[in-house]
């Protein structure tokens, strides 16, 4: 869910350059305004990041995820998320 706290700032410029309700969002994301209303205001339960994602698409803007090796010297990898 911590990525969902970096997506969130992202629906809401769009949502602010497309002069769009609470309501017509919700209608556009398929989700209540409620529920809306709680995703703009950084709550997230039942909101995954899979779910963030898609309304991002559904807001036009495309995603695309990149999965590669790390360096040899790393065991572990790590998640970015990257707004062009």
Same mark, same amino acid.
């Given at each position: 869910?911590?990525?969902?706290?970096?997506?969130?700032?992202?629906?809401?410029?769009?949502?602010?350059?497309?002069?769009?309700?609470?309501?017509?969002?919700?209608?556009?994301?398929?989700?209540?305004?409620?529920?809306?209303?709680?995703?703009?205001? /950084?709550?997230?339960? /039942?909101?995954?990041?899979?779910?963030?994602?898609?309304?991002?698409?559904?807001? /036009?803007?495309?995603?695309?995820?990149?999965?590669?090796?790390?360096?040899?010297?790393? #065991?572990? /990898? #790590?998640?970015?998320?990257?707004?062009?």
């Amino acid at each position: 869910m911590k990525n969902n706290f970096k997506l969130t700032p992202l629906v809401c410029e769009i949502i602010k350059r497309r002069k769009l309700t609470q309501v017509q969002v919700a209608e556009l994301l398929r989700m209540t305004q409620p529920k809306l209303s709680n995703l703009l205001r /950084g709550q997230f339960r /039942g909101i995954s990041e899979a779910k963030m994602l898609e309304c991002l698409t559904r807001l /036009g803007r495309n995603v695309e995820i990149v999965v590669k090796a790390t360096g040899r010297a790393q #065991h572990t /990898g #790590h998640v970015s998320v990257v707004f062009a």
